[in-house]
């Protein structure tokens, strides 16, 4: 994906969690420059994300990981056209320090600066590949914190068709895993050990499917989950097998309400994002309804798929192109609807 319109690069920084991410997107040649540093090693002692580390490892990361993306590309702060941070959802210390930082840098630099919404970021990952979808099209957004699906009517303006009512997708397989004992995160964990089970052994529900609509509801499914975990303990090898079960029951859950959102907004092009997406068998079982149904589904390279600078990077050059930068004050939205962004279009 181009732009042609900003003559820099734009530094993107990404800090609403438990990844350092900075990427540097330049709008005619594409992206140039990225690097991620995951504190997963550090919260996997606590068993999940301990927001006060988060934010003190992001401290020490970012300033770092700047002056190596920068001499990754061959550049210095003076290369840089503007400067795109999560500005939200996510957790409020970790934003801050992304923002702060952003803030910091454009204001020295004299340049503009964009709070970019981190959705917004994982939505528009597909366009980092070479063969990008155009809207209109659905995107499905299943990472730690959403299981949504929305039309893309156009870039920036986006309409919600579908929510979580409780657990999010990736929640759901951190969790889950959680209570068979896996290791934090729990969703590539899970995933790993369901490849080595038993399909159909374990037949979970796929949770409303029965009913028409496009909400989610994960949460029950653990319970179930624990119940055949705990009722087969005296069993080595059910443990993979309750793994596929669960796995099994996600992907198909979402593989129906995908294609009803589709059926619903006659789109023909799905994108599927976030971190849940790096999941192979999901990836595996839409590829395959696709071809057979005839609809186009996109997915962000793997290393796209979870957080990272680049999309950041990308979405920020977007709204800048766009003339869309905010003031100068250091703010974050820990929560933050989707919905409420200016269009870019209309900018
Ligand atoms: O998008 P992301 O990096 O962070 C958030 O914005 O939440 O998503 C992280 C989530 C975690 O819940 C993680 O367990 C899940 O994505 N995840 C996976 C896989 N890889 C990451 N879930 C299932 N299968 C995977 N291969
Ligand atoms: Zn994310």
């Not at 991620?36 to 919260?43: E, N």
């Not at 994982?122 to 209109?136: E, I, N, T």
């Not at 303990?233 to 198909?252: C, L, N, Q, T, Y």
């Not at 003339?323 to 279009?345: M, N, T, Y």
């Amino acid at each position: 994906m181009k732009i042609e319109q900003i003559a820099k690069p734009v530094l993107g920084i990404e800090t609403s969690c438990d990844e350092t991410g900075v990427a540097l997107f330049d709008p005619a040649r594409g992206l140039l420059a990225h690097k991620l540093y995951s504190q997963i090693a550090m919260h996997s002692d606590y068993g999940g994300v301990v927001p006060e580390l988060a934010s003190r490892d992001h401290v020490r990361k970012l300033l770092p990981l700047i002056r190596e993306t920068l001499a990754q590309a061959g550049m210095t702060t003076r290369d840089l056209g503007g400067v795109a941070y999560t500005a939200g959802p996510g957790l409020v210390g970790a934003l801050l320090v992304g923002a702060a930082c952003a803030r910091a840098l454009a204001w020295a630099l004299e340049v503009p600066a964009v709070g970019v919404h981190h959705m917004e970021g994982h939505l528009l990952a597909p366009l980092l590949d070479p063969d990008p979808p155009q809207p209109p099209f659905v995107a499905l957004l299943v990472s730690g914190g959403h299981s949504m699906l929305i039309e893309v009517a156009a870039i920036g303006r986006y309409r919600l068709l579908g929510d979580t009512l409780d657990d999010a997708a990736g929640e759901a397989f951190d969790k889950t895993a959680k209570l068979m004992g896996l290791p934090y995160p729990g969703g590539p964990a899970l995933a790993k050990l369901a490849e080595s089970g038993t399909p159909g052994r374990f037949k979970f529900a796929r949770p409303m499917t029965d009913r028409p609509g496009l909400d989610f509801s994960f949460s029950g499914l653990k319970t179930q989950v624990l119940l055949a975990y705990q009722q087969h303990a005296a069993d080595p090898g059910a443990k993979a097998d309750v793994a596929r079960g669960f796995e099994d029951a996600i992907v198909e859950t979402l593989l129906i309400k995908c294609r009803r959102a589709l059926a619903q907004t006659g789109d023909t092009r799905l994108v599927i994002a976030g971190g849940v997406g790096a999941n192979r068998k999901l990836r595996a079982q839409l590829a395959a309804a696709a071809q057979r149904e005839g609809f186009r589904v996109y997915f962000p390279r793997l290393e796209f798929c979870t957080d990272n600078g680049a999309m950041i990077a990308l979405a920020g050059a977007l709204r800048l192109q766009a003339g869309l930068h905010d003031d100068a004050a250091i703010k974050v939205q820990p929560r933050w609807d989707l919905e409420s962004l200016p269009s870019i279009e209309a900018a």
